[in-house]
């Protein structure tokens, strides 16, 4: 599978995760599932940083391109620290406060998910072969693998 059908077909996964999570906001297993999810969000993150757009780089001396993935990145460390600022939440044991925190997440990484879909990942696609985007996603299976993380 391209890397690129991999990577989106993760987004669907941690969709179906982030209902999950919402699902046991009132209850209480919801630290496990968010700890469940944390490592899924990671994961996919270090394969778009590490397999994908490091190979970006490398290729492409573009500015434009390394300008993307720069903002890209900084949103992938957006996240990170919302994540935590999510656990904290559960610290309070406020639900309105936890709703309210895990509602602000799920925008932020919808918003994330889809700005990759309709803009980053085509874009990428149009500077990587057919052959390269394979390899890619060869790499990104395996590196799933190799974790705890269920396949997409
Ligand atoms: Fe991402
Ligand atoms: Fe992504």
Redesign the pocket.
């Known amino acids: 599978m391209n890397i690129i059908d991999f990577?989106e077909k993760d987004?669907d996964r941690l969709r179906r995760e982030l209902v999950r999570v919402k699902n046991s906001l009132s209850q209480g297993g919801v630290l496990e599932e968010i700890k469940t999810y944390i490592v899924m969000q990671e994961l996919?993150e270090s394969i778009?940083d590490e397999i994908l757009f490091a190979k970006v780089n490398q290729i492409s001396e573009r500015v434009s391109s390394i300008d993307a993935l720069i903002t890209n990145k900084q949103v992938h460390k957006k996240i990170g620290s919302h994540l935590n600022r999510l656990l904290e939440s559960l610290k309070t044991n406020r639900f309105a406060t936890i709703q309210h925190v895990f509602f602000e997440f799920c925008a932020l990484v919808e918003t994330h998910?889809e700005h990759?879909e309709f803009l980053i990942f085509p874009y990428v696609k149009s500077l990587l072969s057919n052959e390269t985007l394979e390899e890619l996603g060869e790499k990104a299976q395996s590196r799933m693998e190799r974790s705890d993380v269920l396949q997409p």
């Open positions: 990577l987004h996919h778009e998910m990759e």
